[in-house]
């Protein structure tokens, strides 16, 4: 990572360029609304399988990266597309094949497979509701060195919906652990102090992705002044204290944690809804969001191991050879912020319409 001063004296960091370990990029209409924002900062980006249905074959992974890649050729132009690479991930259920696995991941479709407890999320409905069912799925990836992507919350309703990630650690993933010592494991979008001890006390083949929103709001965000559906996610934010330890954690150098927006775009009527969907649409901005965490902590020279080494070296993956450059940004008091609200063109008559995390906000640093 460089700094040199821009012409006007702010900052200006160079770093190699990163990439997203979690993302919703969607389908359809709304796919190519949103997947230049991705592919704006990140070359490479690991793509959520929980479509409707959900990709569990080699097939629907082919014609889903297929799509992503035509959609933002469509969206964003053909260099666009061409410096772009979408990495693709199996939807685990109770009956996928292990050969299927195998074979897709042996034929660079299958980057990593994603396990959903059943319930727990966005189209989880197909996901599993006993591990004991996909045990030799995982012999199989562990054999093959195929990283497991764990959304990790337990979906007992009996358990706070607070406690649902610790939970998780205890019951399920601990003991998964021990059964598959050699399998690579990364815990998705973790949310709580537990699962960082967890992580940093665990074995090498452990990892967690951090998302950007994680690092900046508390639970309090989600009634600040009245129900925030914006801010509303899954896992859903903690405590102070559980933000300031994935702070403290993404910004320590440690390379188990990594970048991982879980950026997931719902339209805005499906948000501001009486049951409003999960998920925060972080792409647009995501990189200056991180940036902006980082620089608060005074750690903005760890920001390119978080985001552009310790995933692909996790992954077993080649760095980036480019580079992208931030810029700080000059505070400006009487500034507008960002937009509260994007409508962003999809090749319908209707553009989507999404409200972005930080809208309306000022961040400290921009992607030149
Ligand atoms: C995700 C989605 O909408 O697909 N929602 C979310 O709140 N993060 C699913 C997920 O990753 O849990
Ligand atoms: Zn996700």
């Known amino acids: 990572m460089s700094e040199f001063p821009s012409s006007s004296g702010t900052r200006r960091l160079t770093l190699r360029r ?19 924002h991705t592919a704006r900062q990140f070359a490479r980006a690991i793509v959520m399988p929980n479509l409707k249905p959900p990709i569990t074959s080699v097939a629907q992974a082919r014609g889903y990266r297929e799509r992503i890649l035509s959609a933002l050729e469509r969206s964003a132009g053909a260099e666009a597309a061409a410096r772009f690479t979408p990495l693709m991930t199996a ?34 409905d197909a996901g ?8 030799a799925v995982l012999t199989c990836m562990e054999r093959i060195g195929m990283p497991l992507l764990i959304h990790g919350e337990v979906t007992d309703p009996a358990v706070d919906i607070f406690d649902r990630e610790a939970v998780f650690i205890e019951r399920h993933l601990k003991p998964l652990l021990e059964r598959h010592p050699q399998l690579k494991v990364v815990l998705e979008h973790i949310t709580t102090a537990d699962a960082v001890r967890f992580v940093e006390q665990g074995p090498a083949t452990l990892a967690a992705t951090i998302t950007p929103h994680h690092l900046h709001i508390n639970r309090n965000a989600l009634f600040q002044g009245g129900l925030r559906p914006d801010l509303y996610c899954l896992p859903v934010a903690k405590r102070e204290q559980h933000r300031l330890a994935l702070r403290a954690a993404a910004t320590s150098g440690n390379p188990k944690f990594f970048l991982g927006t879980d950026s997931a775009p719902h339209l805005r009527a499906a948000k501001e809804s009486s049951c409003g969907c999960a998920g925060i649409y972080n792409a647009p901005y995501a990189l200056e969001s991180y940036a902006q965490v980082f620089g608060e902590e005074n750690a903005i020279d760890q920001l390119e191991g978080f985001a552009s080494i310790h995933g692909p070296r996790f992954y077993g993956l080649p760095l980036n050879p480019d580079t992208i450059t931030i810029e700080q940004n000059t505070p400006d008091p009487d500034g507008a912020g960002l937009p509260a609200l994007l ?17 309306g906000e000022q961040l400290s640093w921009r992607v030149l």
Do not use: C, M
């Open 18 to 36: 990163p990439d997203d370990w979690h993302v919703h990029l969607r389908d359809g209409a709304l796919l190519q609304a949103v997947v230049g």
């Open 91 to 124: 939807y685990l259920t109770e009956t996928i094949e292990p050969a299927e696995l195998e074979r897709g991941h042996a034929e660079g479709v299958f980057t990593a497979a994603k396990l959903y407890p059943a319930g727990a999320t966005t189209n989880s």
């Open 128 to 135: 599993v509701r006993d591990l004991a069912r996909i045990t």
């Open 343 to 359: 409508e962003l063109a999809n090749g319908t008559d209707q553009p989507s319409r999404l409200v972005p995390f930080h809208a």
